[in-house]
């Protein structure tokens, strides 16, 4: 059971724009900023979003990040099939005084 | 290149100890919160420790709190994570990860580069 609370899974076709939901409390995206991970099978997470809806140098203006009271969004548009991958939302939690992942949504690209 | 190694990894019985250790290069070591990142195989991402850059400031999942410790050597660019009582649910791939700096803040708790994992299998 994760403390952040993510779909399974989403799906989507070539071109289209998928949104993926990640809902915390006021502990953590209540109150911190949220990072999304790219994981691609078979490697290590990668870095897409931080600061809430801030993309690192390199990652494609496709991908972009929102924060609203306790939720947060992952937004892809132009979907491609190299973006089937899974997806994970991060915090800081002020209470567990730890950070806390997302349980990860799986991204398919029909 | 900046780059991640983690190494020491392996199979280990319940209540066995292992460390981990994770080479940093291509980077000022020194200047970077390090991170640790568990994932069970099928399973996500679960974070399990931080380190600050000078060593004054930790912090642990509490699944691992009391048996894992988690430190530094600057000098040596290597971070480590000292893995006691292990049991089976501690079974992962440990991924070492950065902090994220960029144009001259630094978010503590965003990782932006990891390393290719090592793999700890507690089992009799």
């Known amino acids: 059971q994760s403390v952040l609370t993510q779909p399974p899974s989403v799906s989507g076709t070539p071109g289209q724009r998928v949104t993926i939901s990640c809902s915390g409390s006021?502990?953590?995206?209540?109150?911190?900023?949220v990072y999304w991970y790219q994981q691609l099978p078979g490697t290590a997470p990668k870095l897409l979003i931080y600061?809430?809806?801030q993309r690192p140098s390199g990652v494609p203006d496709r991908f972009s990040g929102s924060k609203s009271g306790t939720s947060a969004s992952l937004a892809i548009s132009g979907l491609r099939s190299e973006d089937e991958a899974d997806y994970y939302c991060?915090?800081?939690?002020?209470?567990?005084?730890?950070?806390?992942f997302g349980g990860g949504t799986k991204l398919t690209v029909l | 290149e900046v780059q991640l190694v983690e190494s020491g990894g392996g199979l280990v019985q319940p209540g066995g100890s292992l460390r981990l250790s994770c080479a940093a290069s291509?980077?000022?070591?020194?200047?970077?919160?390090m991170h640790w990142v568990r994932q069970a195989p099928g399973k996500g991402l679960v974070w399990v420790s931080r380190?600050?850059?000078?060593?004054?400031?930790?912090s642990y999942a509490d699944s691992v709190k009391g048996r894992f410790t988690i430190s530094r050597d600057n000098a040596k660019n290597t971070l480590y994570l000292q893995m006691n009582s292990l049991r089976a649910e501690d079974t992962a791939v440990y991924y070492c990860?950065?902090?994220?700096?960029?144009?001259?803040?630094?978010?503590?708790?965003?990782?932006?580069?990891w390393g290719q994992g090592t793999t700890v299998t507690v089992s009799s």
């Open positions: 291509g980077f000022t070591f020194s200047r970077f919160w």
């Open positions: 990860a950065r902090g994220y700096c960029s144009g001259g803040s630094c978010y503590r708790n965003g990782m932006d580069v």
């Open positions: 380190i600050n850059s000078d060593v004054s400031i930790t």
């Open positions: 006021s502990s953590n995206i209540g109150s911190n900023f």
């Open positions: 991060a915090a800081w939690d002020d209470s567990l005084s730890a950070v806390v």
């Open positions: 600061k809430s809806d």
